[in-house]
C-alpha cells in the first residue's frame, strides 16, 4: 500500500516546526516516530500534504529529574522509556507500559510524544499517564502551556491539543515515599494492542492503609478512564485481600465498553477487575519494597 504523495521537510528546532507548521497550515503533520502515521497515511486515513520531520529536533530525548517532577522529552523512543534507570527506579509502571508497547521494532522508532499525541484509545502509554497524573506540555507560538492527561484526552484519536502546537514534554509527578505503580494489559493476540489494561499509582501509609490511590484503565472506551469506584474503595482503607478484591470489582462500573469481534462487553468488564486487581497488587509489592 502506497500514501498519496506527500512533502517532507525537517525541523531542526520546536520553533522552525512551529513556523513551517504555520505556513503549511491545516494541510501538514507533524512526523515523530511514524509508526502510527505512516500506516494511517498508507490506508489513505490520513492524507497531509507536508510532512514536519521533529525526528531532527535535539534535546527532545531523554528523562530528567526536574524538581519533584520526572521530564521526558517528547521524542523520547519507547525503548528508552523502558529501559530508562530513572524511569525503572523512580516509576516503574511507566517502564511496564513502554516495555509491552509493539514489538522491538516499534519500541525502537516510536515515541511517547507520537503515542500521547495520537490518542489511540488501544494504547498503553495514555493509561499509565493518567494513572500517573502526568501533564503535557504544549509549545505554540504564543508560549507554553500544561495539561494535565486528566483533561487531555478528549475522545478517540483527539486530544485537548491544536494544531499549532508541539508537545515538547512529559512531566510526571515524583510520588512520595510509601508509592508504588504498576501496569498491566491483556494485549490483542494479533496485533498487540490493549483489550484491557490498568495503570495504577498507590501511596500507604506507615500504618499500611491507602494514603491515595489513582487507577486509569484502558480499552473500555475512547481514552483512558479512572476507575473511580476503585480509588474510592481503596481510599483510607486496610489494604487487605478482601477489600482490594471488593475495590478492584468496581473497576468498570462507570465504563461502557463495545463488543468487537474479539472481546464482549461483559468479558472486557470482567478482565477489568482481574486486571485491576493485579495492577494494585504489583503496585502495593513495589510500594513494601522500595521502603523496607
Ligand atoms: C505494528 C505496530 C504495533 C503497535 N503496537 C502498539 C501497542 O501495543 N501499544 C501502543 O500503545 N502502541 C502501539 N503501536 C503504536 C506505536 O506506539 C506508535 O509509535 C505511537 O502510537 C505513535 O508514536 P510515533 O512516534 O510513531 O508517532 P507518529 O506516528 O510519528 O505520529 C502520530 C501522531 O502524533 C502526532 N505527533 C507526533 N509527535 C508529536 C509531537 N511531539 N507533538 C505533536 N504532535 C505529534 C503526529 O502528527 C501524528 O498525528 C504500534 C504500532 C505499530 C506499527
Known amino acids: 500500500m502506497f500514501p498519496a504523495s506527500f512533502g517532507y521537510v525537517a525541523a531542526h528546532s520546536v520553533e522552525e516546526a512551529l513556523e513551517l507548521l504555520t505556513q503549511q497550515g491545516e494541510?501538514?503533520?507533524?512526523?515523530?516516530?511514524?509508526?502510527?502515521?505512516?500506516?494511517?497515511?498508507?490506508?489513505?486515513?490520513?492524507?497531509?500534504?507536508?510532512?514536519?520531520?521533529?525526528?531532527?529536533?535535539?534535546?527532545?530525548?531523554?528523562?530528567?529529574?526536574?524538581?519533584?517532577?520526572?521530564?521526558?522529552?517528547?521524542?523520547?523512543?519507547?525503548?528508552?522509556?523502558?529501559?530508562?534507570?530513572?524511569?525503572?527506579?523512580?516509576?516503574?509502571?511507566?517502564?511496564?507500559?513502554?516495555?509491552?508497547?509493539?514489538?522491538?521494532?516499534?519500541?525502537?522508532?516510536?515515541?511517547?510524544?507520537?503515542?500521547?499525541?495520537?490518542?489511540?484509545?488501544?494504547?498503553d502509554l495514555p493509561v499509565i499517564l493518567t494513572a500517573l497524573n502526568a501533564s503535557f506540555v504544549l509549545q505554540s507560538m504564543s508560549g507554553n502551556r500544561s495539561v494535565a492527561a486528566d483533561d487531555f484526552f478528549t475522545d478517540f484519536y483527539t486530544t485537548a491539543m491544536t494544531a499549532h502546537e508541539v508537545l515538547t514534554e512529559i512531566r510526571v509527578p515524583l510520588p512520595p515515599a510509601g508509592s508504588g505503580t504498576a501496569y498491566v494489559k491483556l494485549p490483542h493476540p494479533a496485533s498487540g494492542y490493549v483489550v484491557v489494561s490498568a495503570g495504577v499509582l498507590i501511596t500507604r501509609q506507615a500504618s499500611g492503609s491507602c494514603a491515595s490511590a489513582r487507577v486509569a484503565l484502558g480499552g473500555l472506551g475512547s481514552g483512558p478512564i479512572r476507575a473511580a469506584g476503585t480509588e474510592t474503595g481503596l481510599q483510607g482503607k486496610s489494604l487487605t485481600p478482601e477489600v482490594i478484591a471488593a475495590a478492584a470489582a468496581k473497576a468498570a462500573e462507570n465504563a461502557d465498553p463495545t463488543e468487537d469481534s474479539y472481546a464482549s462487553a461483559e468479558y472486557k468488564r470482567q478482565v477489568a477487575t482481574v486486571y485491576t486487581r493485579r495492577a494494585i497488587e504489583a503496585a502495593l509489592k513495589r510500594a513494601v519494597t522500595r521502603n523496607s
Open 27 to 123: 494541510d501538514a503533520k507533524l512526523l515523530a516516530g511514524g509508526h502510527s502515521l505512516i500506516p494511517a497515511m498508507k490506508l489513505r486515513l490520513a492524507s497531509p500534504r507536508t510532512l514536519i520531520d521533529l525526528g531532527t529536533i535535539s534535546g527532545l530525548r531523554g528523562a530528567r529529574i526536574d524538581g519533584d517532577t520526572l521530564a521526558i522529552g517528547a521524542l523520547t523512543v519507547h525503548a528508552d522509556v523502558a529501559s530508562s534507570d530513572l524511569v525503572r527506579k523512580r516509576l516503574p509502571g511507566l517502564a511496564d507500559a513502554a516495555s509491552v508497547i509493539g514489538d522491538v521494532q516499534v519500541r525502537n522508532r516510536g515515541t511517547i510524544g507520537g503515542s500521547v499525541a495520537h490518542a489511540d484509545p488501544a494504547a
